[in-house]
């Protein structure tokens, strides 16, 4: 059983930031029937028949950003079905155009919080998380709305198979240390790559981002932590 309230909405501030494009609205029209997906009243029995497509295995990145790192991840993995969550429509609109010029079929998208689509994904149905550079809402009386907290990675243990890996990037210190401590509490995770001494060692199979790039021009330190779900 879920233990996020399946109808709470968690979203603070703008789903969206500038207008889009004309382009870019006649390519999110095109796309849109064949990607989203609109999350049901109840459980998901079966993630991956949401594809129409057969795939081995689903992987999930919440927050995709502007999408490069799903769509480089879709074409490496052509036999893995991947979802994307992201609530902000020019994120949305750029992966789109990212889907339709490339020509991809296993990546679906749900333009919302992630977490409602989480609390309602079946145990053990997930072989990747991905949570890279989310919003680390410095303010204190803001750490409540970090994506990462006790209760969404108790979820993410529940979603995710035996051995698999849950793939975290930020470039907040504050906010790395805060995800450590809450990593830590859950003893289902184990750290397998980044610790509290030396955590900028980078995955090679990651696909660097425009956010991410932008971060280290500017001076900040990205920080790279890969946990695995324990075996039962």
């Known amino acids: 059983m879920s233990s996020l309230h399946p109808h709470k909405r968690y979203l603070w501030g703008r789903r969206q930031s500038r207008p889009l494009k004309p382009n870019q609205k006649d390519i999110l029209n095109k796309v ?6 609109e999350l049901p009243e109840g459980l998901i029995t079966d993630p991956l028949k949401m594809f129409s497509l057969s795939y081995t295995e689903l992987w999930l990145e919440i927050g995709f950003g502007g999408g490069e790192h799903l769509v480089a991840q879709a074409i490496a993995h ?28 296993n990546i679906r998208i749900v333009k919302d919080d992630a977490r409602l689509l989480v609390a309602k994904l079946p145990s053990n149905s997930v072989g990747r998380l991905f949570v890279l550079f989310p919003d680390p809402w410095p303010k204190k009386r803001h750490h409540k709305r970090r994506i990462i907290q006790e209760a969404s990675v108790a979820e993410f243990a529940r979603i995710l198979k035996p051995g698999g890996q849950f793939n975290i990037a930020t470039d907040d210190q504050d906010y790395a240390s805060w995800i450590q401590n809450i990593m830590e509490g859950n003893s289902k995770f184990e750290l397998i790559l980044g610790n509290r001494i030396r955590m900028t060692d980078r995955p090679t199979d990651w696909p660097v981002t425009r956010y991410e790039q932008k971060g280290i021009v500017q001076g900040r330190v990205p920080v790279y932590l890969t946990y695995t779900l324990k075996s039962l």
């Open 32 to 37: 849109w029937p064949n990607v989203l997906l």
């Open 78 to 105: 052509a036999d893995i079905g991947f979802i994307g969550c992201e609530p902000y429509i020019n994120g949305v609109a750029s992966l789109a155009c990212q889907i339709h010029d490339q020509q991809l079929h």
